[in-house]
């Protein structure tokens, strides 16, 4: 039985009242309010009451005009005033009949709410599970029957993308979707360019879900091949059966994304704002003087970086930034990649680049010839008489009288075949002559003179004659085989381009050295006038010569006389210098001024003896003139390594200041002046210094492997700082080559830039010079190979990514077979050769007693015999193929060209270039450049 229930003792409360319905309310329940109170609100400056808040929400009719006029920020204390001015009046939804009392809450629902009818609801029901089917995976098993109705009605069809099967119940068709439906991935089965349309997030969160669902295989929606990884199939179906135009593509400085067709232009626009971004981060950019186009100079006055703070290293960029290296010498090093200048990234693409970086190039060499033209020459040189030379014939006997009246090897245009039994028919000059070189097409490409003997100096003067011309200084040797004499003979040509641009290259005149000792360099003092007096002055010229002297002539074109018929005879001018530079005498002889020498006695005993040198006489291997104070300071490198310095202003043209340092560690081969206080030397062991002339104080210094070189080379005219090569042998563009690189240096803040340029030679670069009023630079090699290219990177301000290489001439060394060879013969010996080397180590070849006591192919060096026996492929223009380079040769290497220079012309600038073959040619430069089609 159960226990009676408990009842209360307590008094029992009479039942509450029924609330009464929302809208009866009673008012007395809002918080009290100032009715004149205004609150300010962004559509009303003066602003509303709460009931005048409640007029204007009684204003709007859709849900549209009242996000558009109330401020995000301001709805809700803008529905707290609406509630309050309605006094306790529900507010109604603009969108459906919900009534409600909070402002959070009408202002929550109306941001949800739509004005859609009930159809059009029930037709967004069905586009999400039709647009998207696998979305019904996620639908609960008791809604399945529901959801269902909702999204195929009575038509119990599949709505899986790619599937139109019909069943004939709900149930069925349930059944069916828990197979048919997989992952969204493959509803674009039928339409990969749509999948591809996506988002890189979208496309990512199909294929992971494909991936999940499918046991971590996904296969394309275009060839069914399968991937287990979900970025390798976005990656590939991208590209699977598009067109190789149209594949997507991302850049790798900036990452943009674009097609392969708009990759190439994109490019360019790239790296030239990444190297202008870069640079203007650097520290040096302001201390070089490089200022930026449309930008005011930074004040002198502002703090500079410090030059031993170590930059922070970035992240390299392909073709962009350079890679910076801090020194322990406090100096900091950029380096641009060598391959940069072989991408087409990097490379000047259209005809407006190349006219942008050569009219700077020109307004650069404007600048410089009104600068220079103001610097007066100095009294030294400024009081040089125009006394008038006399011609003379030259003895018959004399040295150089047999090398001006040979022929010139044959020059033969194009590749023809090597090794064959006679000299082919082409080109063969006479000294002193000069004629037209065609190419294969019958085109004129070039026009080469003759010098009779190898050439060890080529220069183009600064002034140009009365008609025009280009005034050609070129110095040779007296003989192929033995390259020192006791006298000298310079040779002066004309280069002038006529109508058409057709090239016309003759000799002027003769100067003959009789006793000066052989002449082993020369160079023009680069640098002009304004003097009306001096019109015909065609420039200051500057000998060096085995005997430890400097000639310097004054070449004007009114003291050259007029040159007679020639006919047997050879006329040249004998006259002496206008000034002879020495080195001094010694005195007092310390233990450094004698060499040892061994001396073999009677017997065993090898005696070592003391040999005296007098270092007034050693030879003078380079010399370097500055512009800077109007040509007064002149300086030249010994055979001993010791560096002179002449001061022309200074009194006695006999005591230079010569200085040679222990620290230096190796012999100079080279100087150059960089500016008027300091030289740039180029030592033996590829070291490259700069040195204060004033107090020989090493300043910078680099010894990077594969960059620096024996070699210097500077242009006041055109560039700021040096070149250096004759560098280490590399493996890139080709084996053993040697590179050519410019320097950007500032000594105040011990920053060294250096820029790879396109000049790349075998083996050896001979010589370097540039086009100043077009910046060509210019470079000749032991390859035989004349080289042009450009770079914006050589101007000041480097801002122009511009890039341009020409491979402007080639000469190719070939000779005859051996006297009792045929071709059939040479080409079976080639082929036995062959097979001995390919024959394994077990098997043996036996070589008859005939082939080991064969003598020695024949050394050809002597003129006659390479003349008879030897000739030169001369090709314009062409590709350049690397071939197995000769470190020794037996032969005379004739296709060698040790000099080159330039001529200073804006619209047909022309380089003059010759060497061991004693030819001189004249050949264009001028960089062509095609549009390219992007």
């Known amino acids: 039985m159960a226990p009676p229930k408990r009842r209360s003792t307590r008094p029992t409360t009479p039942a509450a009242p029924t609330d009464p319905p929302i809208e009866e309310k009673k008012p007395d329940l809002l918080i009290a309010y100032d009715s004149d109170e205004k609150?300010?609100?962004?559509?009303?400056?003066?602003?509303?009451?709460?009931?005048?808040?409640?007029?204007?929400?009684?204003?709007?009719?859709?849900?549209?005009?009242?996000?558009?006029?109330?401020?995000?920020?301001?709805?809700?204390?803008?529905?707290?005033?609406?509630?309050?001015?309605?006094?306790?009046?529900?507010?109604?939804?603009?969108?459906?009949?919900?009534?409600?009392?909070?402002?959070?809450?009408?202002?929550?629902?109306?941001?949800?709410?739509?004005?859609?009818?009930?159809?059009?609801?029930?037709?967004?029901?069905?586009?999400?599970?039709?647009?998207?089917?696998?979305?019904?995976l996620n639908v609960r098993k008791k809604d399945q029957i529901a959801t269902l109705k909702t999204i195929v009605g009575t038509n119990y069809t599949c709505f899986m993308i790619g599937c139109s099967l019909n069943f004939g119940s709900l149930k069925d068709?349930?059944?069916?979707?828990?197979?048919?439906?997989?992952?969204?991935?493959?509803?674009?089965?039928?339409?990969?360019?749509?999948?591809?349309?996506?988002?890189?997030?979208?496309?990512?969160?199909?294929?992971?879900?494909?991936?999940?669902?499918?046991?971590?295989?996904?296969?394309?929606?275009?060839?069914?091949?399968?991937?287990?990884?979900?970025?390798?199939?976005?990656?590939?179906?991208?590209?699977?059966?598009?067109?190789?135009?149209?594949?997507?593509?991302?850049?790798?400085?900036c990452g943009f994304d674009a097609t392969a067709a708009d990759a190439q232009e994109h490019l360019i626009d790239c790296g030239r704002t990444a190297e202008m971004k870069m640079f203007d981060r650097l520290p040096e950019s302001s201390s070089f003087g490089f200022p930026i186009p449309g930008?005011?100079?930074?004040?002198?006055?502002?703090?500079?970086?410090?030059?031993?703070?170590?930059?922070?290293?970035?992240?390299?960029?392909?073709?962009?930034?350079?890679?910076?290296?801090?020194?322990?010498?406090?100096?900091?090093?950029?380096?641009?990649?060598?391959?940069?200048?072989?991408?087409?990234?990097?490379?000047?693409?259209?005809?407006?680049?190349?006219?942008?970086?050569?009219?700077?190039?020109?307004?650069?060499?404007?600048?410089?010839?009104?600068?220079?033209?103001?610097?007066?020459?100095?009294?030294?040189?400024?009081?040089?008489?125009?006394?008038?030379?006399?011609?003379?014939?030259?003895?018959?006997?004399?040295?150089?009288?047999?090398?001006?009246?040979?022929?010139?090897?044959?020059?033969?245009?194009?590749?023809?075949?090597?090794?064959?039994?006679?000299?082919?028919?082409?080109?063969?000059?006479?000294?002193?002559?000069?004629?037209?070189?065609?190419?294969?097409?019958?085109?004129?490409?070039?026009?080469?003179?003759?010098?009779?003997?190898?050439?060890?100096?080529?220069?183009?003067?600064?002034?140009?004659?009365?008609?025009?011309?280009?005034?050609i200084c070129v110095t040779t040797f007296a003989n192929d085989t033995d390259l020192e004499s006791d006298s000298s003979c310079v040779q002066f040509w004309k280069h002038k381009l006529g109508k058409k641009k057709k090239s016309h290259l003759e000799l002027w005149f003769l100067i003959h050295l009789p006793l000066r000792g052989t002449i082993l360099h020369a160079t023009w003092l680069q640098k002009q006038h304004n003097d009306e007096m001096m019109t015909s002055l065609i420039g200051y010229v500057a000998f060096?010569?085995?005997?430890?002297?400097?000639?310097?002539?004054?070449?004007?074109?009114?003291?050259?006389?007029?040159?007679?018929?020639?006919?047997?005879?050879?006329?040249?001018?004998?006259?002496?210098?206008?000034?002879?530079?020495?080195?001094?005498?010694?005195?007092?002889?310390?233990?450094?001024?004698?060499?040892?020498?061994?001396?073999?006695?009677?017997?065993?005993?090898?005696?070592?003896?003391?040999?005296?040198?007098?270092?007034?006489?050693?030879?003078?291997?380079?010399?370097?003139?500055?512009?800077?104070?109007?040509?007064?300071?002149?300086?030249?490198?010994?055979?001993?390594?010791?560096?002179?310095?002449?001061?022309?202003?200074?009194?006695?043209?006999?005591?230079?200041?010569?200085?040679?340092?222990?620290?230096?560690?190796?012999?100079?081969?080279?100087?150059?002046?960089?500016?008027?206080?300091?030289?740039?030397?180029?030592?033996?062991?590829?070291?490259?210094?700069?040195?204060?002339?004033?107090?020989?104080?090493?300043?910078?210094?680099?010894?990077?492997?594969?960059?620096?070189?024996?070699?210097?080379?500077?242009?006041?005219?055109?560039?700021?700082?040096?070149?250096m090569f004759q560098s280490d042998h590399t493996a890139f563009p080709y084996p053993n080559a040697t590179n050519l690189t410019y320097v950007h240096c500032d000594i105040d803040t011990m920053t060294m830039i250096l820029v790879p340029t396109g000049n790349t030679h075998q083996l050896l670069t001979w010589d370097v010079a540039m086009c100043p009023a077009v910046g060509t630079l210019l470079s000749s090699g032991i390859d035989g190979r004349l080289v042009a290219s450009a770079t914006g990177r050589f101007l000041g301000n480097m801002r122009h990514s511009y890039f341009a290489n020409r491979n402007v001439m080639a000469l190719k060394r070939r000779r005859i077979l051996k006297e009792s060879q045929t071709m059939e013969e040479y080409l079976k010996e080639v082929k036995m050769e062959g097979s001995a080397e390919g024959s394994t180590s077990t098997s043996t070849t036996k070589i008859s007693d005939d082939k080991i006591n064969e003598p020695l192919e024949e050394s050809i060096t002597e003129h006659t015999e390479v003349c008879q026996k030897m000739w030169l492929d001369v090709q314009f223009d062409e590709i350049f193929e690397p071939t197995r380079p000769e470190f020794s040769c037996r032969d005379q290497r004739i296709e060698s060209l040790n000099c080159v220079d330039g001529t200073t012309s804006r619209d047909w600038p022309v380089s003059f270039t010759g060497g061991e073959a004693g030819l001189l040619f004249a050949v264009s430069v001028k960089l062509h450049i095609e549009e390219m089609d992007l």
């Open 39 to 136: 609150f300010v609100f962004s559509f009303s400056e003066e602003g509303l009451t709460a009931k005048e808040c409640a007029e204007k929400m009684n204003g709007f009719s859709t849900k549209e005009q009242f996000l558009t006029e109330v401020h995000v920020d301001e709805m809700l204390r803008f529905l707290t005033k609406v509630i309050i001015g309605r006094k306790g009046e529900p507010l109604k939804c603009l969108c459906c009949d919900r009534l409600y009392v909070s402002s959070s809450g009408f202002l929550i629902h109306i941001k949800k709410c739509s004005t859609k009818n009930e159809q059009d609801r029930l037709t967004d029901a069905q586009n999400k599970y039709r647009n998207e089917p696998s979305k019904w």
């Open 173 to 253: 068709l349930i059944e069916h979707l828990a197979t048919c439906i997989g992952a969204d991935y493959y509803s674009y089965k039928n339409r990969p360019d749509d999948f591809r349309k996506l988002s890189k997030k979208a496309k990512q969160a199909y294929t992971l879900d494909a991936v999940t669902k499918n046991k971590g295989i996904v296969k394309c929606l275009v060839c069914d091949k399968e991937y287990t990884n979900h970025m390798s199939i976005i990656y590939h179906i991208d590209r699977c059966q598009v067109d190789k135009s149209l594949q997507p593509w991302k850049c790798w400085r």
């Open 295 to 471: 930008s005011s100079v930074p004040s002198t006055s502002e703090p500079t970086t410090s030059a031993a703070a170590a930059p922070t290293k970035r992240k390299r960029v392909t073709g962009g930034a350079p890679r910076a290296t801090p020194r322990k010498d406090g100096t900091t090093l950029y380096r641009f990649r060598k391959s940069t200048i072989s991408r087409s990234s990097n490379g000047i693409v259209t005809k407006k680049d190349k006219k942008l970086y050569e009219d700077q190039c020109s307004k650069i060499f404007e600048n410089w010839k009104q600068k220079s033209a103001e610097i007066a020459f100095c009294d030294t040189l400024s009081n040089i008489a125009n006394s008038k030379w006399k011609l003379s014939i030259l003895d018959s006997n004399d040295q150089f009288y047999r090398i001006f009246t040979r022929q010139s090897v044959t020059l033969v245009s194009g590749k023809t075949l090597g090794l064959q039994q006679t000299v082919p028919p082409g080109i063969r000059l006479d000294a002193l002559k000069s004629r037209e070189m065609l190419d294969e097409d019958d085109a004129p490409k070039a026009t080469v003179g003759y010098c009779g003997a190898p050439i060890n100096s080529i220069n183009v003067a600064p002034g140009k004659t009365r008609d025009g011309s280009d005034v």
């Open 544 to 723: 060096s010569t085995t005997i430890g002297q400097i000639l310097i002539y004054k070449i004007d074109e009114s003291r050259v006389p007029e040159a007679p018929d020639r006919g047997d005879n050879v006329h040249v001018i004998v006259a002496d210098p206008d000034l002879t530079l020495r080195l001094p005498k010694s005195t007092d002889t310390p233990d450094d001024t004698f060499l040892n020498a061994d001396v073999k006695m009677e017997g065993d005993d090898i005696v070592v003896l003391p040999t005296r040198i007098d270092e007034s006489t050693v030879p003078l291997l380079k010399i370097a003139w500055s512009y800077h104070n109007g040509g007064a300071t002149l300086a030249a490198l010994t055979a001993l390594g010791a560096i002179a310095i002449w001061n022309l202003d200074g009194g006695d043209l006999d005591m230079p200041r010569v200085n040679i340092e222990e620290s230096w560690q190796s012999p100079p081969s080279d100087i150059a002046f960089w500016n008027i206080d300091h030289l740039v030397v180029g030592f033996r062991e590829k070291i490259v210094k700069v040195i204060s002339i004033e107090t020989w104080d090493v300043m910078l210094e680099d010894n990077t492997a594969k960059n620096a070189g024996s070699r210097v080379h500077t242009d006041n005219r055109i560039v700021r700082s040096f070149f």
